[in-house]
């Protein structure tokens, strides 16, 4: 009886450190939401790293085809409204189909600390794979490029056409600017009463 009590503080000592070190990470990553810029750059160097990695082992191409595969999903994702209008009418928020419809805001589908999150997971899991042999199967590369630019170049083309038709641009540039009336400043001052 004795050894069972024993596994059990074992494990849940285990499991009390796993929750400890997932409620650091999480309070880590917490605070890196305010520094896109620097978080990008990271994941930058862990895309300069893997790449490195693969050019210099000349191997492990079906994993950067299948890492190439996940990051345009998540670039369609991150690309797309939260609400498509082709495929469910809302409630909610939807993105303006006239010229005269209110302004809405537009809500990603995967927001960029999500987006940001799953490249660089995907970065750090592809990079450790190439440690291990077992994932180097030997394939024609060239093909799998070609391929995945026609699949870039076709998903892309698809995305942009609904953009056009939905008349929304999943970026912000600037501060909005609208062309309505100007009101005069000796107009506006001399109208109010103190």
Same mark, same amino acid.
């Given at each position: ?83 498509? $209008?082709?495929?469910? $009418?809302?409630?909610? $928020? ?101």
């Amino acid at each position: 009886m004795e050894g069972v009590g024993g596994s059990n503080s074992a494990s849940a000592a285990t499991l009390d450190q796993w929750r400890q070190f997932s409620m650091r990470f999480q309070f880590y990553l917490d605070k890196t939401t305010p520094h896109a810029v620097y978080r990008w750059i990271a994941t930058a160097v862990l895309l300069v790293l893997y790449a490195v990695r693969v050019y210099y082992v000349q191997g492990f191409y079906i994993i950067t085809y299948g890492l190439g595969i996940y990051i345009l999903n998540l670039l369609i994702g991150f690309l797309s409204p939260l609400v498509d $209008p082709e495929l469910e $009418p809302s409630d909610g $928020p939807l993105l303006p189909t006239k010229g005269s419809d209110e302004f809405k805001p537009f809500i990603r589908r995967l927001p960029e600390f999500k987006f940001w999150y799953a490249i660089t997971k995907a970065f750090i899991i592809s990079f450790l794979m190439t440690f291990f042999s077992m994932f180097d199967v030997p394939v024609f590369w060239p093909i799998l490029l070609c391929y995945w630019f026609v699949l870039f170049t076709l998903t892309m083309k698809r995305q942009i056409m609904h953009m056009i038709k939905y008349k929304y641009v999943p970026f912000n540039i600037g501060k909005q600017k609208y062309g309505g009336k100007k009101s005069s400043a000796g107009s506006s001052s001399g109208s109010r009463a103190d």
